[in-house]
């Protein structure tokens, strides 16, 4: 790794200050190049990788993230503020390993039309008046559900939105995708599973809007506005977004961390 680049939360002080101590450690070994990194360092939350990774979207085959994080506990970042200068010293001395994070890909109405990525999850949603949606498996039809809408997330992402859907929390090494309902209909005329699904990677979920075909589709942070729907096909991108992770990570002990421990 030659060249860097650091991104932070500019409405944030504290990210401000680090990205600086950051940039000056960095530019002692590695070149400053925002145009083609190597490496993409985010200073500040999950928000803030979020971010990062959306803006490097169009090179994340060949770009490697790392994050500090300057809040609470950040899912995507593995140094706390105060070990910043360990980051350095970790890539400096190549003292890390690769984290591999399985990506969605959405098309919208087909697959020569937009497509996205998306780290945490994919959303489709519409709180004005119930959304219908024929839900298909690889192509054969499992429901039609009615309701807020539906999310479907990454491991990565299963600690966020996902979570709150009251969906599972999927290790990020089971490359996979989680279908959750958005506040689902169920009664004796209206049936959908209600169970989060969670499925491999070689799965494609397609929703078919049924009636109106006027939504608003979320990916990450972005959002928006399908006017014309008429499919959205989600499946696990062909690439990955490459973290570098601390050698002693530990999946229990950031759950514990994060939803557990009172500290
Ligand atoms: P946001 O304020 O950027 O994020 C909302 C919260 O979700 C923040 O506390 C953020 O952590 C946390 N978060 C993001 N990714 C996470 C992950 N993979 N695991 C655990 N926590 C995570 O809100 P936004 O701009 O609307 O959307 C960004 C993401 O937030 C979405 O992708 C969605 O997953 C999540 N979100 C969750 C809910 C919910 O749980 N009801 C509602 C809206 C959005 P930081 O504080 O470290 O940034
Ligand atoms: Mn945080």
Known sequence: MHKFM??????????REYAGLLMEAFASFMQYDPAHPDLV?????????????????????????VGLHTGNLGFYSDYKEDEWERLVEDVKYHHYEIARRNLLEVCVNG???????ALNEIRLEQNRHTLVLDVLINGEHLERFRGNGLCVSTPAGSTAYNRALGGSIVSCSIRSLQLAEIAGIHHNAYRSLENSLVLDDQTTITLI?????????????????????????????DCD???L?????SLTQRLKKAFISEK
């Open 6 to 15: 650091i991104c932070f939360n500019e409405q944030n002080n504290k990210s």
């Open 41 to 65: 360092i985010s200073v500040g939350g999950d928000r803030t990788m979020l971010d990062t990774i959306q803006a490097y979207v169009g090179q994340i085959e060949t770009t490697y993230f």
């Open 111 to 117: 697959t020569s039309s937009q497509k996205y990525l």
């Open 209 to 237: 809007p049924v009636g109106q075909n006027q939504a608003v589709l979320g990916v990450d942070r972005l959002s928006f506005e399908m006017q014309h729907l008429h499919s959205l096909t989600v499946r696990v991108a």
């Open 241 to 243: 977004a490459m973290f």
């Open 245 to 249: 992770r601390h050698p002693h990570f």
